[in-house]
């Protein structure tokens, strides 16, 4: 139901209002105040909810229209900076979800298509509109770009150098989104590119990128891939693969890499070691999703590879996901009639959402450089 159809009701001062006022208080954020970090509560249940439902009970109250708030980033920064996401209750749902992360293999090859059907398909209407050019979702790189499309080529060429790409070597891309970086590489670098997604809508727009350039696209599971490689680069894929498989991925990898190989993995990470699974993220916008931490990285990565380079620049991904969220309010006109409303409110909440959390720090973006061990080392682009 969409916020304009519920009235302002006057809020019940009760024990679930009290202890979220308090809450709240302690993160600089008022309730009904002015500030643009500042909730407005629309209806009389919605505390209750928060503080029985934890994050999934606040994601779906907004996109019930239950609460609104002028600057979901800056609420969202300023939740999390204050570390209130941790005093939320954990539902038994949620529970049973991490315990589930934890004992069962959510991204196994039969459940790892859930996530390219449920949100990479949700229509290259959406995507391609939101998104720059090249169609990266993915950070962009920032260190001297001032607009969307400057920051995703920055972040392309970047990843290119860090390979030392040559012409004519065989690169494969694991994950390969829209086909952007394969389409890249392969015009700016004269190197022929494998491409696998396991999204049927971004294969059929990776082909057509593609087309007349020295690129197959495959809609194909990672793990299914027996091949040899001068260079591997998986950008936003690993965050899907699950901790229960980062032993098979970094396998993969390793018998698909040829002896003086490079291999660039680029993803979003964690802070701290833990199956790191938001209900309201894996229900709505990543199913089977879990970001992984340095150590699992470390500890998957060591029987195969030397670690050349570790960058961090998360903070980016904060500019690129506000870029995302102003484009995709503008192209709203043209793609509502595809949408409900529900989910325009689902789409602003994520990347508002996990803006404030790369900007408050406590999320992350690597870019994470392997070798075998080159002679004389890597010196590694910046």
Known sequence: MSSSCI???????????????????????????????DIKVKHPDFFKRV??????????????????????????????????EGQLPHHLKDT???????????QNKKRAWIVGKEHY????????????????????????????????????????????????????DIGCGWGGLAAYMAKHYDVSVVGV??????QKMAQARCEGL???????????LND???????????????????????????????????????????????????????????????????RQIANASEPHFIMEDWHNFGADYDTTLMAWHARFLAAWPEIADNYSERFKRMFCYYLNACAGAFRARDIQLWQVVFSRGIENGLRVAR
């Not at 439902?53 to 800056?74: I, N, T, V």
Request: charged share 25%; proline share 4%; hydrophobic share 40%.
């Open 51 to 84: 503080l029985q439902e934890g994050s999934l009970g606040l994601g779906e109250s907004y996109m019930d229209g239950w609460w609104e708030c002028d600057r979901l980033d800056l609420f969202f920064t300023k939740v999390i900076r204050a570390g209130l």
């Open 96 to 106: 049973l979800r991490i315990a589930s992360a934890r004992i069962f293999n959510l």
């Open 121 to 172: 398909d949700l229509g290259n209407d959406l995507f391609s509109r939101m998104l720059d050019p090249y169609m990266q979702y993915s950070c962009a790189y920032w260190k001297e770009a001032t607009t969307l499309e400057a920051a995703q080529e920055a972040k392309l060429r970047l990843i290119c150098e860090k390979l030392q790409l040559q012409p004519g070597m065989r690169v494969l």
């Open 197 to 202: 997604t396991i999204s049927a809508e971004q």
């Open 228 to 294: 040899h490689f001068d260079r591997i680069v998986s950008v936003g894929m690993f965050e899907h693969v699950g901790p229960k498989n980062y032993k098979t991925y970094f396998e993969v990898a390793d018998r698909n890499l040829k002896p003086e190989g490079i291999f660039l993995l680029h993803t979003i990470g964690s802070k701290k070691t833990d199956n790191n699974v938001d209900p309201w993220i894996d229900k709505y916008i990543f199913p089977n999703g879990c970001l992984p931490s340095v």
């Open 214 to 224: 020295d690129v197959t696209i495959l809609l194909k599971d990672y793990r299914d």
């Open 7 to 37: 009235e302002e009701v006057s809020v019940r001062e009760d024990d679930w209002f009290r202890i979220a006022k308090e809450m709240l208080g302690r993160a600089g954020i008022t309730i009904n105040g002015s500030a643009p970090s």
